[in-house]
């Protein structure tokens, strides 16, 4: 019966082609999932009819498993289209009619052929299983492609928040924010070891300001963080500790053992000249109210070596 | 290298390596008169806790023969696996490269050195 059914597919894509595409075609563009905005007519014929060539190819075959190897160009433009898709905002729905949508023409086509009757209904039925099928995978591969956007953005999100800075030659500067969880700290000591490797530095300072909590999970990972940086020669400066942290600190009882803590990053900054055997000083006096406009106060021309 | 011994792990570790690796420095340690060790691991990918034990321990015998020793080189996927495995390697010194290391070395023997002298 499949296959009996299956053959008269394959006679209907192939009898009257052109009119089949038209008919999709307007049964995609009056359907109310149709996006004016995001798509046009032009673009839908020439995916439907890259779709339908596809499909006559693979209905050829005989195989009513989507699943198999004669349909992979049906799959892979089915993949390519709902990934598009899924990019440009279209809903799962907006993006399964593109198939759903190719019901109508083909039942018409199909009662025709096969005339009423209960006999009719068994031949609609295997086409239709097969339609569904191709839907529900575009609706698959939708969510698959949106999967991977948020997967990409968490990504970025997270290489975007962790950057290590340069505040002075040999002097690392890590500015977290945010919640420090697992993987985040993961991220956060391989960058900060890279850049240790890259630079040569020998001070880092983790600065905390911007962590809302700690607890003890995350003062496992600093130290964690702190640990590895010393492994690699590097020595490790906590600063921005606020006071309500420095008291959680204290009472969660968190050993923060050897590791230098400061209150604030200018202070752990002192510490890392001092480290490096530099020092601020001015090199004149302070410039009068009207200099101030001056083009540039070059602020970094006070630091000079000791 | 003058007073000091410098080791450069070349290929994998493994733990017989390690063993008599333990057993060539302490002896060397003692045949030269080495005030310091080197042990240059930057060619060295994979770390496991014995061999991560093994450096605190070579430290740590180096000691009592009266030698620092400082651990240079380490990659960052090492030093993260070290650090997994819970051992921080709180008694061994580290820097960053065979130069770093040495001047820490350099450092770590005159001040000793200085010591030595204050108390006679």
Redesign the interface.
């Given at each position: 019966m499949a296959n009996d059914s299956m053959a008269l597919l394959n006679d209907i894509l192939h009898k009257d082609e052109g009119a089949l595409l038209q008919n999709w075609v307007d049964t995609q563009v009056n359907s109310p999932n149709f996006r004016p905005d995001r798509t046009n007519r032009q673009e839908l014929t020439d995916h439907s009819r890259r779709f339908l060539a596809l499909l006559r190819e693979a209905v050829k075959a005989g195989d009513s498993d989507i699943m198999a190897s004669s349909w992979t160009g049906v799959r892979e433009m089915l993949d390519e289209l709902s990934v598009n898709r899924a990019q440009q905002g279209f809903s799962p729905s907006e993006t399964a009619t593109f198939v759903f949508s190719l019901k109508q023409p083909v039942f018409d086509r199909l009662k025709n052929a096969a005339g009423s009757g209960v006999e009719a209904l068994s031949w609609l039925w295997p086409t239709n299983l097969l339609l569904d099928r191709l839907g529900l995978y575009t609706t698959e591969v939708f969510q698959r492609g949106r999967e991977r956007v948020i997967i990409r953005q968490q990504q970025e999100l997270m290489e975007l928040s962790t950057p290590v800075v340069t505040l002075w030659e040999g002097v690392l500067a890590l500015p977290l924010i945010g919640t420090l969880d697992s993987a985040r700290t993961?991220v956060v000591?391989?960058s900060l070891?890279?850049r240790?490797?890259d630079s040569?530095a020998?001070i880092a300072i983790i600065d905390i300001t911007g962590v809302p909590t700690v607890d003890t999970v995350t003062a496992q990972h600093l130290l964690?963080t702190v640990?590895?940086?010393?492994?690699?020669?590097?020595d490790c400066i906590i600063s921005g500790i606020r006071p309500q942290i420095a008291q959680t600190i204290v009472h969660l009882g968190v050993d923060l053992g050897t590791v230098i803590t400061k209150a604030t990053l200018a202070d752990a900054f002192a510490i890392a000249m001092k480290r490096l055997g530099l020092a601020v000083h001015k090199t004149q006096a302070a410039p009068r109210r009207r200099d101030e406009s001056a083009p540039d106060a070059r602020p970094s021309d006070d630091r000079r070596e000791a | 290298m003058g007073e000091y011994l410098l080791v450069t792990i070349q290929v994998d570790m493994h733990d017989r390596l390690a063993m008599s690796l333990q057993d060539d420095l302490t002896s060397k340690i003692v045949s030269v008169h080495a005030r310091g060790v080197l042990i240059d691991i930057s060619a060295l990918e994979m770390v496991d806790s014995f061999i991560g034990r093994m450096f605190g321990d070579i430290a740590a015998m180096s000691r009592v023969l009266d030698a620092e020793t400082v651990v240079v080189g380490m990659r960052p996927a090492v030093a993260i696996t070290l650090v997994e495995l819970g051992l921080s390697l709180t008694g061994v010194r580290t820097a960053l490269n065979i130069e770093r290391g040495m001047e820490l070395l350099r450092n770590l023997t005159e001040s000793r050195g200085d010591d030595a002298g204050s108390t006679r």
């Open positions: 993961q000591m391989e070891l890279q240790i490797v040569g020998s964690k640990a590895a940086a010393r492994l690699m020669g590097a | -």
